[in-house]
């Protein structure tokens, strides 16, 4: 299959059909991509739809973005039955309660597959933004593969992975938003860990460019790429394909999902099937 993760600049918006032609020409530029992977928090260049004072406001942008939530949904369906792919949505808020969750969903050809909320949350989140994590990971049975999510940060987090793991995920997107190269290199190294000891393929899709008049996104920094485990059926890098630094626009690869058995049962080292091992050690104290 082919897999296109982005480099996703956000822009502003006067209408709601103006973010559709985007959202349309991103879709179309993918060229008969069978899994396209936006960032988290891409859905944030909705509080322009607000206007100045909304986006420019922590909270209140936060309720625009999720204001526009079922409008979204209908577009992203659209867009996959008409190019017969799947689509995982930049994430954005969602309010299941008093306080907002983190939520990407992912579309197929058929219309809404699920949902995925980020799980732990940043210091920016916690602090000062009160967006919440909501605990539970899903397994998205597609007709690509077995398909798992970690939203960012939860991709820095190894047990995360894998519990996905151990649900026989084949593949794990990592939408990211980073503003600092820093940060993009955690999310990075923590998607590579991923893929090295869950012997499968990782995807990133980080948000990218300044946005000066959201200050939840005003600066991104990051490249989109496409990693698997270094163990002899992939490259010796584990880096499949990635871009230029902080450039928008799409990665690129073809994939084969079926030599994630191969590397989980035959590659030159088996962290996969070795992981309960490292469960049994402990500290020797003297």
Known sequence: M????????????????????????WVEKAEGADLLVFPEYGAMELASLGGAEVASDLEASLHEVARHTDAVGDLHQKLAARHGCHILAASGPVFAGDRPVNRAVLYGPGGCIGYQDKQIMTRFEREDWNVTGASGLRVFDTDLGRIGILICYDSEFPLLGRVLAEAQIELILVPSCTDTIA??????IGAMARALESQCVVV???????????????????????????????????????????????????????????????GAVLPYAHWPESTKSALVRD
């Open 2 to 25: 082919k897999i296109a993760t982005a480099a996703y600049s956000l822009d502003w918006f006067d209408s709601f059909s103006e973010y559709e032609v985007k959202l349309t020409s």
């Open 204 to 266: 990133q899709a980080p948000t990218v460019g300044s946005c000066d008049w959201m200050p939840a996104v005003d600066e991104n920094r990051g490249r989109a790429a496409i990693y698997g485990p270094p163990d002899g059926f992939w490259p010796e890098t584990g880096i499949i394909a990635e871009g230029e630094m902080d450039r928008p626009g799409w990665v690129t690869a073809q994939i084969d999902l079926s030599r994630v058995s191969q590397s989980r049962n035959d």
């Open 183 to 188: 940060g993009f290199h955690r999310v990075r």
